[in-house]
């Protein structure tokens, strides 16, 4: 693990998968609540094939600094995500934008801004909508401008990540894992949500977007939104982390090799 200085000051964990002579290199953006730990497997499946993996945990999640699950607005997750994509050229291949779940919305959200692109931009289970408990909707609302500092319960079942009990077993056994959100973090969700959705046909890089049929915490008229802007791949079957379900292979192999065909054109 290393460690880089937002623009802020806040500390930022940084994790690297490298490869020798890599053929593209991809920067991963994890999920509300997790950190970049658990994408060690999805990177080194990567590494497999030649891609140089960077993650990093979001301000307030994981081994960054910062008030846990919390962002005092949502341009710092965009300026943390320039700052590690212009780290991440240096490797000097192409680049891959990856985001799953709140990640898939920074993600999205990024590549809609004005900001410099990466060369493509792959979106697991986007967050452009959520199924997360009512309360998480209303009360930011309501008490975000009194209370953005408090901390609800996000409601995530382990059954909700993967068909795999194990998986579920790991996330709650994972000190590192929050199951709570501040209001604050909230309210700038609900708002980037409205705005990337508003923004979508800016999108100009390669897009794709891959889903579970059941997945229960974002539902899947969210990717459905980036269909006219992406290749779309619904897996039957499979819920929230499909990069964590008995099947992962089979859909790491497909991201894996939809990069690989981007490569030869």
């Known amino acids: 693990m290393e460690e880089r ?18 053929k593209a290199a991809m920067l991963i953006v994890h999920g509300l609540g997790e950190h970049s730990g658990r994408y060690d497997h999805v990177a080194r499946f990567f590494n497999g094939r030649g891609i140089d993996v960077t993650a990093f945990d979001l301000r307030g999640h994981g081994l960054s600094g910062g008030r ?3 962002v005092g607005r949502w341009s710092d997750y965009l300026d943390d995500v320039e700052d590690r994509l212009a780290e991440t050229r240096s490797i000097g291949t192409p680049l891959v934008l990856y985001g799953h779940s709140l990640g898939g919305l920074i993600a999205t959200s990024y590549v809609t801004s ?59 056994a ?18 980037a949500q409205v705005t990337t959705i508003r923004r979508l046909a800016k999108i100009s890089v390669p897009t794709l977007t891959i889903q579970g049929s059941e997945d229960s915490l974002v539902p899947p008229s969210a990717s459905a939104l980036l269909e006219p802007y992406a290749k779309r791949i619904m897996y039957e079957g499979l819920r929230h982390e499909c990069h964590n379900e008995p099947e992962q292979a089979r859909v790491l192999d497909d991201v894996a090799s939809w990069v690989e065909a981007l490569l030869q054109t």
């Open 5 to 22: 200085t937002a623009r802020d000051g806040t500390m930022i964990a940084v994790r690297r998968w490298p490869v020798q002579d890599p």
């Open 174 to 191: 994972d000190p590192l894992v929050l199951t709570k959100a501040t209001l604050r973090l909230a309210v700038e969700a609900l708002q």
């Open 68 to 70: 846990r699950a919390y």
């Open 114 to 172: 004005d900001r410099p692109l990466p060369d493509a931009l792959i979106a697991s289970a986007p967050g452009l909508e959520d199924n997360l408990k009512p309360i998480l909707h209303v009360l930011p609302k309501l008490l975000g401008p009194l209370l953005p500092t408090l901390a609800v319960a996000t409601g995530i079942t382990g059954d909700q990540l993967s068909r795999d009990p194990a998986v579920g077993e790991a996330y709650f």
